[in-house]
């Protein structure tokens, strides 16, 4: 990915999402060119230059001052994602050593043992580029086998956007999608330069229409917590709340978890996916 290209469509495409009333600035004519603000509008809320901030939104800014680049997240009303984005897509380079984008994720034994472990709860483990490089049987009979996909495929957005499936799994599959996409982008943020990460851009934009519309938006944001509608083949429909927790020793890998309300239909359904993951896995000489 071309910073200097995803910094100058970022800026546009958070400057087109806001209007001069969002703001409280006077609009004073219908027949506005472009959609959102004008750049002298954002400049004069962020207190920089037109000049300074054309410069910027063409891609020609150099080691942006943190001071300034807080100006124009807050006119722009950026979250705190997205200001983190904006930081690293422009802001002075550290010289601090990043881990290479083409090193080889490795899963400790210690830690696959903790995701074998959860019997009842789904857990797997998101690396780069949403890989799953690691998942428990509750989560296989809930998600899909992937001890039976090749490699390359154990990948959520390629599973959201690319097997026809994933539409009946996620009721709410187009905020699925979304997520996926947001995320994506923020790692590609963080890794402009990994061959494998453009080459699953590229791959699905190729093949999926919905993937290129997303793409094109330019959000931004971190995969956290809420809950997601699933509908099951074996147990019907389900409501969970998920958490993904951050590794402190390695910040590209990130543990998701599913659980059910106590006491509601949904724990039943789980406590049932979980028991047929143990018998299915058994049958298989698994376990």
């Known amino acids: 990915m071309d910073q200097r290209a995803e910094l100058s469509e970022f800026l546009r495409s958070r400057r087109a999402r806001l209007k ?3 703001v409280g600035l006077p609009d004073f004519g219908r027949h506005r060119r472009v959609p959102g603000l004008r750049r002298e509008e954002l400049a004069q809320l962020a207190g920089v230059s037109v000049a300074y901030y054309t410069r910027l939104e063409q891609g020609n800014g150099r080691n942006v001052s943190t001071e300034v680049l807080d100006s124009i997240a807050r006119a722009l009303r950026l979250s705190d994602t997205e200001h983190s984005y904006l930081t690293h897509l422009a802001g002075p380079k550290a010289k601090k050593k990043r881990n290479s984008p083409t090193r080889q994720q490795k899963v400790r034994p210690g830690l696959q043992h903790l995701i074998d472990s959860l019997d009842t709860v789904p857990a797997y483990l998101l690396g780069r580029r949403l890989d799953v490089l690691a998942w428990n049987r509750t989560a296989r009979a809930l998600l899909g086998d992937f001890a039976a996909m090749a490699p390359e495929e154990r990948n959520m957005a390629r599973m959201v956007f690319l097997d026809p499936g994933a539409r009946d799994l996620y009721l709410d599959w187009q905020f699925k999608a979304v997520e996926v996409v947001s995320v994506l982008r923020l790692c590609a943020g963080c890794y402009p330069d990994d061959p494998q990460l453009s080459a699953l851009v590229g791959e699905l934009s190729v093949k999926s229409e919905e993937f290129r519309s997303l793409w094109a938006a330019h959000t931004v944001q971190e995969k956290g917590h809420g809950t997601k509608r699933l509908h099951h083949p074996l147990v019907g ?14 910040h590209d890998l990130s543990l998701v978890t599913y659980h059910a309300e106590p006491g509601s239909r949904s724990e039943e359904s789980l406590r049932l996916l979980a028991g047929w993951g143990v018998n299915e896995m058994a049958d298989a000489g698994a376990v």
Request: cysteine-free; hydrophobic content about 30%.
């Open 20 to 22: 001069p009333e969002d």
């Open 237 to 250: 429909e389900m409501t969970l709340a998920y958490e993904t927790l951050r590794l402190p020793d390695d």
